[in-house]
C-alpha cells in the first residue's frame, strides 16, 4: 500500500473519531484543567461561599454574580498562598472586578470556601 494511500486512511479515521467524540460530548460539562492555577481556579467554582470579612464599602456589592465572574479570570499567587495545610487551604487571587483590580484572600475547605480579605491592588 502506498504511502499516501495510508495517510488518507488515518487522516478519514481520525476525523470520523473527532466527529463521534464531538456528539458524544456535546453538551456535558467536561473540562482539561491542567495547569495548577485552572485546577484551584476550578475547585473553587465548584463549592458555596461563605462570609467576607475585613472589607471596606467599596466592596459592598460584592456578592455570589460578582465572584463567580471574578474568578473567570482570577490568577492564583502560589507564592502568597499556603497550600501547606492539612484542613482549609488558603489562596490568594488576583484579578478584576467593575474595572477594578483587587486582591482576594480565601481559605479552601472541603465544602465551602470563606472569603478571608477582599482588597483593592494598591499597585493600580
Known amino acids: 500500500m502506498k504511502l499516501i494511500y495510508r495517510i488518507g486512511y488515518y487522516l478519514m479515521?481520525?476525523?470520523?473519531?473527532?466527529?463521534?467524540?464531538s456528539f458524544v460530548l456535546k453538551g456535558k460539562k467536561t473540562s482539561c484543567n491542567y495547569g495548577p492555577n485552572d485546577r484551584v481556579i476550578s475547585n473553587i467554582s465548584k463549592k458555596s461561599w461563605g462570609s467576607v470579612g475585613h472589607?471596606?464599602?467599596e466592596f459592598s456589592s460584592f456578592d455570589s454574580i460578582a465572584f463567580r465572574s471574578?474568578?473567570?479570570?482570577?490568577?492564583v499567587d502560589f507564592g502568597k498562598s499556603d497550600r501547606e495545610k492539612d484542613s482549609c487551604k488558603t489562596?490568594?487571587?488576583t484579578g478584576y472586578w467593575?474595572?477594578?483590580?483587587i486582591n482576594v484572600e480565601l481559605e479552601n475547605c472541603d465544602e465551602m470556601i470563606n472569603i478571608i480579605q477582599l482588597s483593592k491592588n494598591l499597585s493600580d
Do not use: H, I, W
Open 55 to 57: 472589607t471596606s464599602s
Open 98 to 101: 467593575e474595572d477594578k483590580n
Open 91 to 93: 489562596y490568594y487571587l
Open 13 to 21: 479515521g481520525f476525523a470520523v473519531g473527532l466527529v463521534f467524540l
Open 70 to 75: 471574578f474568578l473567570k479570570m482570577a490568577s
